[in-house]
């Protein structure tokens, strides 16, 4: 087994966990598949770039993701199982494994979901966000990147599971160095108070996050279209989003709209004071009927009409 640079990686790391396949690489490490021999279970192993030891921030925010997900205890967060460092320095972190795949991926084979499944998922990553706010870390990069939907063979549809919180912020002790007027996250889901100035986000700039994953789920679409880099941050720090009515020529429930304008507000102080009261709300929005959706009963108890559609990329683009 070899990463970055042709090294060997040590098949048993902490003398406990058994390397198998490496499954996945990224800009800040590798993840491996392995065996906690203690358990048997299947793990997931995150191994930070050997390059990255040449930067103590890089290595800082690795470390300090093991330490934000040992204080998060909810089955909406991947869970942490161990930490440390191997013998050549570089941290790693020990998770459990998911099975499944991103709701990135689901989206780019789907285009777009129905309120009903979009209402689930969104659900739960507010879920997830209700015990991050409460220890005090805010995410700062939810995306459908970052969304894992995972098939643990039991529950009869996939669990939604927060990954990735390597540019988190703690309100608390360690709190990550933010560099001044940096802009951390993925930017079609970044608030514009984030930008420029991460260490401003505060949990309402996660709520901005998953108000913005709920448009792009639901229509195909992002709420500024296909804009990119400048001309998004200008969009973002001046203009109010298009209604989603407007983004899809559709009529949306009332309830759906009112969940979108206070979670993509542009002043965080219009937006949802909390995920609680957030998750309240979606789960209200989900009992609607919108476009292309098929439910059991509508909120005034008449049987829902069917109007599936064919699969794509929804109205204006």
């Given amino acids: 087994m070899r990463y970055r640079r042709g090294r060997v990686a040590p098949r048993v790391i902490a003398g406990r966990f058994e390397l198998t396949d490496r499954i996945g690489r990224g800009a800040m490490g590798e993840v491996w598949g392995g065996r906690d021999q203690a358990t048997g279970r299947e793990v997931a192993i995150k191994i930070a770039q050997t390059w990255s030891m040449e930067e103590p921030e890089l290595v800082d925010r690795f470390e300090r993701e093991a330490v934000i997900l040992r204080r998060l205890k909810s089955p909406y967060i991947c869970k942490v199982i161990d930490a440390g460092r191997l013998e050549?320095?570089?941290?790693?972190?020990?998770?459990?494994?998911?099975?499944?795949?991103?709701?990135?991926?689901?989206?780019?084979?789907e285009h777009?979901?129905?309120?009903?499944?979009?209402?689930r998922i969104g659900g739960e990553i507010l879920e997830g966000l209700v015990v991050a706010h409460a220890a005090g870390i805010v995410h700062r990069d939810l995306s459908p990147a970052n969304v894992f939907l995972h098939e643990d063979g039991k529950s009869p549809a996939p669990i939604a599971k927060l990954i990735d919180f390597?540019?988190?912020k703690s309100t608390g002790a360690g709190a990550p160095r933010t560099t001044s007027r940096a802009t951390m996250g993925t930017l079609p889901f970044v608030a514009p108070e984030q930008l420029g100035d991460s260490a401003k986000a505060g949990p309402r700039a996660d709520l901005y996050a998953v108000g913005t994953i709920v448009f792009h789920a639901l229509t195909g679409r992002l709420p500024?279209?296909?804009?990119?880099?400048?001309?998004?941050?200008?969009?973002?720090r001046e203009h109010e989003p298009p209604t989603i009515d407007e983004a899809t020529g559709e009529k949306w429930p009332a309830a759906l709209k009112t969940f979108l304008a206070k979670t993509i507000a542009r002043t965080?102080?219009?937006?949802?004071?909390?995920?609680?009261?957030?998750?309240?709300?979606?789960?209200?929005?989900?009992?609607?009927?919108?476009?292309a959706l098929a439910i059991p009963e509508s909120p005034e108890g008449a049987t829902a009409t069917l109007t599936m559609q064919s699969k794509g990329p929804r109205g204006k683009r």
């Fill in 88 to 109: 050549t320095g570089v941290p790693f972190i020990v998770l459990e494994k998911l099975e499944g795949e991103t709701l990135e991926r689901l989206l780019q084979r």
């Fill in 112 to 119: 777009w979901l129905s309120l009903a499944e979009v209402g």
């Fill in 166 to 168: 390597g540019v988190a």
């Fill in 224 to 236: 500024y279209g296909d804009a990119t880099g400048t001309r998004l941050v200008t969009l973002k």
């Fill in 268 to 291: 965080p102080s219009k937006r949802y004071a909390s995920a609680e009261v957030a998750l309240a709300a979606l789960q209200q929005a989900a009992r609607g009927r919108g476009p």
